[in-house]
């Protein structure tokens, strides 16, 4: 019995390639796409690696588009879905003072309720039949609250917590939760991930460091299809763990917090040049964020 699986933001980056290769492992895949004209290059690269994936038009930040899309998927699947991987998401880029209330909004109603929404659609059959795999793909700033994009990490965190928690309330249910925590991966996202408020003037160095980390990380970016192994691993393994870190930088940036004392952490932010916070930054994580590969 072939494997039916979701995924979400199909049509770039980790969601695309995560399509593609869970489909070249035998499952039947439906990838979910905000706009069907815009998924060329999704059909090419499917069709040049020898595999199908159904696209289904739906938006995760919208309560109706998500319940029609998934309506469609288990109308066609018999009301079966095994995996779901929520990955669609979005950036942006605001320290905390700068960031509005509603882009705090904007960026948590998908990254985190998207999440939500695709989640409870396929929950209730998953539940009936005893097994099932959740993935929530989050990000290395869900462990570690990252400089100048305050809406992206605070989502993020909030996805991470409520990954946690479903994963304790479905396992008596013989449903799998695993949380993915990229580091920086080759993706379209980073060339349109450029803009800043700028509305105080305050941040200039805030912004700086994060687009320096950015740009050091692009130079050594993961392939997306190393991700897409990893989330295939998570769903298939005996041995199943709940996070998973991957990608450039996040093992090390992950573990290198964890050994850190909050007052250290903070301490890095009170550094005056960027000289200073690029060599804190190398002792504590072991990356050079002057190697722009």
Not at 46 to 63: K, P, S
Request: aromatic share 6%; charged share 20%.
């Amino acid at each position: 019995m072939t494997t039916i699986s979701v995924v979400t933001g199909a049509n770039s980056g980790i969601g695309r390639a995560t399509a593609i290769h869970l489909a070249s492992q035998g499952h039947t895949v439906f990838g979910t796409v905000r706009s069907l004209d815009k998924a060329a290059k999704l059909h090419a690269m499917a069709e040049a690696a020898g595999v199908e994936v159904q696209l289904v038009e739906l938006d995760v930040a919208d309560d109706q588009s998500v319940r029609d899309g998934f309506a469609q998927i288990l109308d066609r699947t018999g009301g079966v879905v095994d995996v779901l991987v929520n990955n669609a998401g979005v950036g942006g880029n605001a320290t905390a003072e700068e960031c509005t209330a509603e882009m705090h909004l904007e960026v948590m109603n998908i990254n985190l309720c998207g999440g939500v929404r695709c989640a409870q659609a396929v929950l209730p059959g998953m539940r009936e039949r005893g097994r099932g795999a959740i993935v929530n793909v989050t990000s290395v700033v869900g462990r570690i609250a990252a400089l100048a994009q305050s809406a992206y990490v605070t989502s993020k965190w909030a996805f991470e917590g409520w990954s946690e928690q479903l994963a304790q309330e479905v396992a008596p249910f013989g449903i799998r939760v695993a949380i993915i925590e990229p580091g920086v991966t080759k993706s379209a996202i980073f060339a349109k991930n450029i803009d800043t408020p700028h509305v105080t003037g305050a941040y200039d160095a805030a912004y700086r460091r994060m687009f320096q980390m950015y740009a050091a990380g692009i130079g050594h970016a993961t392939d997306p299809f190393e991700v897409a192994a990893v989330i295939h691993h998570a769903v298939t393994t005996d041995s199943p763990v709940l996070r998973h870190a991957v990608s450039w930088g996040a093992k090390e940036i992950i573990g290198g917090r964890a050994a850190m004392t909050d007052e250290e952490w903070v301490a890095m932010g009170a550094l005056a040049t960027d000289d200073e916070y690029y060599d804190a930054f190398q002792r504590a994580f072991g990356l050079d964020l002057r190697d722009l590969g």
